[in-house]
């Protein structure tokens, strides 16, 4: 980040309510669960998910512009672990490349964002989807606009201690030593 997005970022995060502290509470045990749990994996991605979705709707919404069908974020990479590549496609029944290929800087759309911009995926779509919002003019959310504020991308630390810690423990937990690779190189067009 440059001074300029540090500032803005800041000034984001100052006006903000403070992250709520039932959410810390309830993302600590998540993670406990988490690591002593020998559920199967797609079990915790699913509750990963799940914290996140109420996360998402009971805080972050209260100042992200981010609408259905807006969809500038699905159209730059999408990092995925490959537990999660092989949750959507066991929860979709598609089929997904198990190569090594890993592709970057990508300006095409999303495999799975509809011909409306809106995500054929959205009930598994992956982490990096699920933390990435706009807290300014969403039709102005890539990465490279430095006019607006992006809270959750994972290419500026999240912004946010409980996206950045879960980030880190998720891609401990379900990727092992494999890099992350973008959701095209999983299920290329």
Known sequence: MNEEEKQKFEELREALEPIPQYFLKNYQFLTE????????????????????????????????????????????????????????????????????????????????????????????????????????????CSPEDKANVLYGHAGRGYGDPIFAHMATMFWKIFNGSRLPRDIRDFFPS
């Open 33 to 140: 669960e988490i690591q002593r749990s020998h559920e199967p994996v797609f079990y915790h991605i699913k509750k990963v998910y799940d914290f996140i979705d109420r996360y998402k709707r009971d805080y972050i919404d209260k100042f992200a512009v981010c609408k259905p069908g807006c969809a500038a974020c699905c159209k730059i990479d999408v990092s995925l672990t490959l537990a999660e590549a092989e949750y959507i496609a066991f929860s979709c029944k598609i089929r997904m490349d198990y190569g090594e290929k890993q592709t970057s800087s990508h300006r095409s759309p999303c495999p799975f964002l509809s011909g409306d911009d809106y995500c054929k995926i959205y009930e598994v779509r992956p982490l990096n989807c699920r933390t990435f919002h706009a807290a300014a003019n969403p039709g102005m």
